[in-house]
T-cell receptor, first 113, second 113 residues
Framework: AQSVTQLGSHVSVSEGALVLLRCNYSSSVPPYLFWYVQYPNQGLQLLLKYTTGATLVKGINGFEAEFKKSETSFHLTKPSAHMSDAAEYFC???????????FGTGTRLQVTL | EPEVTQTPSHQVTQMGQEVILRCVPISNHLYFYWYRQILGQKVEFLVSFYNNEISEKSEIFDDQFSVERPDGSNFTLKIRSTKLEDSAMYFCASQNDALYEQYFGPGTRLTVT
């Protein structure tokens, strides 16, 4: 069984500040990990993924995430927030290859001036 | 860039009625999924479909639900007799065999009255 915990349902940062969205997972098999972003009234867009190999993965829009097996974490970061980053962010885990994703409850990111 | 499309964007139906939600996955993808998101809750897996058959389904996907790929391009989700609790956003996703990335459509908002 797999599960995802996202700490903080709402995160507010100032424009230009560091963005840190937390994700911890539980998996009985080596996990595949994903971050998706959902803008208002839109679908889910893949930001980045970790499957195997390098534990620091870079995605679109300047986001990156680091897989830390010892901490069972996959936190999402961006050095400098932009107003356009305001959205809901979902962490998800899968058991690999083609299989269902298990999502966290999401974190709404607010970016203020 | 290829994308997953879904129709309709919003459907309102009365309790007990049948609804069919339609999806056109990305053309060279082999794996297809339906997820749903009840307002304010996490995205939940419903069913996965590969090689013209269901490969996995969740507890939510009971006998009232069915999926079909009728013509090699469309992928449909049918709810035979809708309940109030079926009101949700339904997302279709498709995946290429090699990339372990699920691409989501914009969703169909189903409202059952």
């Amino acid at each position: 069984a797999q599960s995802v915990t996202q700490l903080g349902s709402h995160v507010s940062v100032s424009e230009g500040a560091l963005v840190l969205l937390r994700c911890n997972y539980s998996s009985s098999v080596p996990p595949y990990l994903f971050w998706y972003v959902q803008y208002p009234n839109q679908g889910l867009q893949l930001l980045l993924k970790y499957t195997t190999g390098a534990t620091l993965v870079k995605g679109i829009n300047g986001f990156e995430a680091e897989f830390k097996k010892s901490e069972t974490s996959f936190h999402l970061t961006k050095p400098s927030a932009h107003m356009s980053d305001a959205a809901e962010y979902f962490c998800a885990v899968g058991p690999g290859t083609a299989s269902k994703l298990t999502f966290g409850t999401g974190t709404r990111l607010q970016v203020t001036l | 860039e290829p994308e997953v499309t879904q129709t309709p964007s919003h459907q309102v139906t009365q309790m007990g009625q049948e609804v069919i939600l339609r999806c056109v996955p990305i053309s060279n993808h082999l794996y297809f999924y339906w997820y749903r998101q009840i307002l304010g809750q996490k995205v939940e897996f419903l069913v996965s479909f590969y090689n013209n058959e269901i490969s996995e389904k969740s507890e939510i996907f009971d006998d009232q639900f069915s999926v079909e790929r009728p013509d090699g391009s469309n992928f449909t989700l049918k709810i035979r007799s809708t309940k109030l609790e079926d009101s949700a956003m339904y997302f279709c996703a498709s995946q290429n065999d090699a990339l372990y990335e699920q691409y989501f459509g914009p969703g169909t908002r189903l409202t059952v009255t």
